[in-house]
Nanobody, 115 residues
């Protein structure tokens, strides 16, 4: 069955870095656009970054220049490198896979930025 398993979240101080990973299985990863979303308490889920099957990337204005999304089709994995983290980046981060009418979500991983 389809699985998206996120890892790499945790507690980090402001200015620190984290690398999130999302391991995919059960579908043809290489043809899917992949994305990272986040949801902070009391707020709507929002797009952080996404990457097409061809490798084109898109970022929310709030993370441009700090976050980098990448994918490894040989490993069926998408990554989110997060640098210069801020307290406002605190949220549950979700991995998303999308292709035409098909879409899947991971279970989420908590990222907390606090001193």
């Amino acid at each position: 069955q389809v699985q998206l398993v996120e890892s790499g979240g945790g507690l980090v101080q402001p200015g620190g870095s984290l690398r999130l990973s999302c391991a995919a299985s059960g579908f043809t990863f290489s043809i899917y656009a992949m994305g990272w979303y986040r949801q902070a308490p009391g707020k709507q889920r929002e797009l952080v970054a996404d990457i097409t099957s061809f490798g084109s990337t898109n970022y929310a204005d709030s993370v441009k220049g700090r976050f980098t999304i990448s994918r490894d089709n040989a490993r069926n994995t998408v990554y989110l490198q997060m640098n210069s983290l801020k307290p406002e980046d605190t949220a549950v981060y979700y991995c998303n896979a999308k292709y035409r009418a098909f879409g899947y979500w991971g279970q989420g991983t908590q990222v907390t930025v606090s001193s």
